[in-house]
């Protein structure tokens, strides 16, 4: 399936494209963002556009040179993206944008093991230069540690029943495709859980797929370069799909724009007031997709766009 972008005008409107700016699409996928502010781009723009799929570069890359405008494409994780643009003499942007997740094509192809529904190798990784495939996890992870991925990013009651029946059913060798490892875990769950709307084995999915990924700490990792990297009158726009994703957003996003300090990795962290923030809340409700692109993409259902933009004139006390 080709790759609709969520939340199209609503993100690079709220970017405010300047035509001489310099932008950063950090999700690259099959370039829909990317497309959009390199068409809003003089020819003294720049767009650098990160993914970690080298599909997703080689796919984007004939898309984006049709617009006749200056882009540059980094195969890297964006965890590093502060790094990346600072080795190329880049020190602050004008712009900022996440699309988070896996792209459309890459769901859909069996062979990248992320579908439920489709048969393929249990996979998942993103950048296939990772060690660690969801092979790896479902065949190695101890029963505790495993129900442990599945309980905090499947966000499954039943994580614990899962865990087992996966551990019980490796008994007879490695669990080696998507539909097998789909159908232990719609057997392991309750009849009631079962008729719940959505695909049982969902949860489980997106648990090993954001484990095999190292999904949230990347993010957490980039949410720290935003501020730093940002100039002043600079925005960030994230599109977040899963509410993991979206509270770290919230989370990092409500820090530097209230007077508030936020601690890391603590969901009960405690608020310490700062000086005058530097950073202005964009969206202090997050956007989501109208009812007409939710009918017509699924896929955007779950989505929610949070930007902030940096105060001109205002130092933070973590960027001097
Ligand atoms: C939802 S898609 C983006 C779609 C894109 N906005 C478009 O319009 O086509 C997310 C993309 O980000 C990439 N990605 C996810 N996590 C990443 C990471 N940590 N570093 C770099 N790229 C990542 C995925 O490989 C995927 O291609």
Same mark, same amino acid.
């Given at each position: 399936?080709?790759?609709?972008?969520?939340?199209?005008?609503?993100?690079?409107?709220?970017?405010?494209?300047?035509?001489?700016?310099?932008?950063?699409?950090?999700?690259?996928?099959?370039?829909?963002?990317?497309?959009?502010?390199?068409?809003?781009?003089?020819?003294?723009?720049?767009?650098?556009?990160?993914?970690?799929?080298?599909?997703?570069?080689?796919?984007?890359?004939?898309?984006?040179?049709?617009?006749?405008?200056?882009?540059?494409?980094?195969?890297?994780?964006?965890?590093?993206?502060?790094?990346?643009?600072?080795?190329?003499?880049?020190?602050?942007?004008?712009?900022?944008?996440?699309?988070?997740?896996?792209?459309?094509?890459?769901?859909?192809?069996?062979?990248?093991?992320?579908?439920?529904?489709?048969?393929?190798?249990?996979?998942?990784?993103?950048?296939?230069?990772?060690?660690?495939?969801?092979?790896?996890?479902?065949?190695?992870?101890?029963?505790?540690?495993?129900?442990?991925?599945?309980?905090?990013?499947?966000?499954?009651?039943?994580?614990?029943?899962?865990?087992?029946?996966?551990?019980?059913?490796?008994?007879?060798?490695?669990?080696?495709?998507?539909?097998?490892?789909?159908?232990?875990?719609?057997?392991?769950?309750?009849?009631?859980?079962?008729?719940?709307?959505?695909?049982?084995?969902?949860?489980?999915? +997106?648990?090993?797929?954001?484990?095999?990924?190292?999904?949230?700490?990347?993010?957490?990792?980039?949410?720290?370069?935003?501020?730093?990297?940002?100039?002043?009158?600079?925005?960030?726009?994230?599109?977040?799909?899963?509410?993991?994703?979206?509270?770290?957003?919230?989370?990092?996003?409500?820090?530097?724009?209230?007077?508030?300090?936020?601690?890391?990795?603590?969901?009960?962290?405690?608020?310490?007031?700062?000086?005058?923030?530097?950073?202005?809340?964009?969206?202090?409700?997050?956007?989501?997709?109208?009812?007409?692109? +939710?009918?017509?993409?699924?896929?955007?259902?779950?989505?929610?766009?949070?930007?902030?933009?940096?105060?001109?004139?205002?130092?933070?006390?973590? +960027?001097?």
């Amino acid at each position: 399936m080709e790759h609709v972008p969520v939340l199209l005008h609503e993100a690079i409107d709220l970017l405010s494209v300047k035509e001489s700016g310099t932008y950063v699409d950090l999700t690259l996928g099959r370039g829909g963002h990317s497309e959009a502010i390199l068409k809003r781009l003089g020819e003294n723009g720049r767009l650098f556009a990160f993914d970690v799929d080298p599909a997703a570069i080689a796919e984007s890359t004939p898309r984006l040179e049709l617009t006749g405008k200056p882009f540059q494409l980094i195969e890297a994780n964006f965890a590093t993206f502060e790094a990346e643009l600072k080795r190329r003499g880049v020190k602050e942007v004008d712009g900022i944008l996440m699309d988070l997740g896996v792209s459309s094509p890459d769901f859909d192809d069996p062979s990248r093991g992320f579908s439920y529904m489709k048969e393929g190798p249990l996979d998942m990784r993103m950048d296939p230069t990772l060690k660690e495939s969801a092979f790896d996890v479902v065949n190695s992870y101890g029963e505790r540690r495993l129900g442990d991925v599945i309980r905090l990013y499947g966000e499954d009651y039943e994580a614990r029943k899962i865990a087992h029946a996966i551990v019980l059913a490796r008994e007879n060798g490695p669990i080696r495709t998507t539909t097998e490892l789909a159908e232990i875990v719609v057997a392991a769950k309750s009849p009631k859980e079962r008729a719940k709307k959505g695909h049982p084995a969902k949860q489980t999915f +997106q648990a090993i797929r954001i484990e095999v990924n190292h999904e949230l700490d990347v993010l957490e990792k980039a949410l720290e370069s935003i501020p730093r990297m940002l100039a002043p009158g600079g925005r960030a726009a994230v599109i977040s799909f899963h509410s993991l994703e979206d509270t770290l957003v919230k989370r990092a996003f409500r820090s530097l724009t209230r007077n508030e300090k936020v601690g890391r990795n603590d969901p009960n962290s405690y608020l310490i007031p700062t000086s005058s923030p530097a950073f202005l809340d964009l969206t202090p409700r997050p956007i989501v997709p109208s009812l007409a692109e +939710q009918s017509e993409n699924r896929r955007s259902l779950s989505a929610k766009l949070r930007a902030i933009e940096k105060k001109k004139g205002v130092q933070d006390e973590g +960027q001097a």
